[in-house]
């Protein structure tokens, strides 16, 4: 047998806290419900609002994933794409190369001529999708 | 929900767990909450304090083991919030269980924080407040008073306290059963109606 000393008294509320918690849990069903009916509250009532709120934050818990995903995977794609983007000069002569290799490819990018920098990155991130080119960067 | 869905994550097994709750389950997980707002703490409503629970669940801050039920694992985390409540409200100065008090020259430590920076210091890591303790007796002596004519729900609350067993009771003071049982709803009742938890900590 243990004591509280006389002056500990969040010791003895406590006590007595975990003593109600302990009879709570032993009232019948029909006795819950007829005492919470004597301090005007209904069961039904209570029970759904304590799920309802619940069930908000797991919803609001999920938004908030959903969204820190969504914005991962942007983020992600974006430092991708800049990642495998060398210099302009490194993409023209790395190009060069390739056109010479494939002069096909050449012919489709009007053997290089009067471009912008847009159009040279654009062809860069479509031969890349392809398979011509393997990602490099400038010190390739 | 099929059975075999996949129920790893915690917001499902919670969703899961939610839809389970007999409407008895959730009174009793509502007086819980509501017993576990005695003595003060900063929030008002039982509904609150389980909506806390509910919320660190989910963000990991506490951990649902796979094999606890739902309603023990719950109750478990709403005491354990309280509490850590109450014992913030009571800090004059939080110290940590590193911050070993100084013991050299005229900056040593002589107040009464001195034994802290000692593992077994570490669970407390605060000192009492004089507003904090002031709610927690105020609490106490509104059971004391109302309770103070009927001897046995004094009893009653003395063997709660105490730990003393209803047949100690029985034995040694000639309680019977019935009316140690009675005592006890007595108790109870009056704390649930007494202490709804809407109000200032």
Partial sequence: MSQIPKNDSRAKIKAIELALIDDIFKVPEAELEHEFAQDGLNIKDLANSMRSGAMELIMQERRKKLAKARAGMLVQSISKSDKRRPSLDAVKRVLAELFQAKPALAVAFRQGKSQSETDWYSLWDDLVELGEISEISDEN | ?201
């Fill in chain 2, 1 to 201: 929900m099929a059975e075999d869905e996949d129920l790893t994550d915690i917001a499902s097994r919670l969703e899961h767990a939610l839809v389970q709750m007999t409407d008895a389950n959730w009174a009793r997980l509502y007086r819980a909450a509501q017993y576990f707002l005695l003595g003060g703490t900063s929030y008002q409503a039982p509904q609150e304090l389980f909506n806390e629970a509910i919320q660190r669940t989910l963000d990991g801050r506490r951990n649902w083991p796979p094999s606890e039920p739902f309603g023990s694992y719950i109750w478990m985390v709403m005491r354990s919030i309280a509490d850590a409540d109450r014992r913030m409200q009571a800090n004059a100065i939080e110290l940590l269980a590193n911050d070993a008090p100084s013991t050299e020259g005229a900056a040593a430590d002589t107040d009464r924080i001195a034994d802290f920076g000692w593992p077994e210091s570490a669970v407390d890591q605060v000192l009492e407040a004089a507003d904090a303790k002031r709610q927690v007796d105020e609490d106490l002596k509104v059971i004391e008073d109302h309770f103070k004519d009927d001897q046995v729900v004094m009893l009653v609350i003395m063997a709660i306290e105490d730990n003393i067993p209803p047949r100690e009771l029985e034995s040694d003071y000639g309680l019977t059963i019935k009316q140690y049982e009675s005592a006890r709803k007595k108790l109870r009742r009056f704390v649930e109606r007494q202490f709804p938890g809407r109000r200032n900590a």
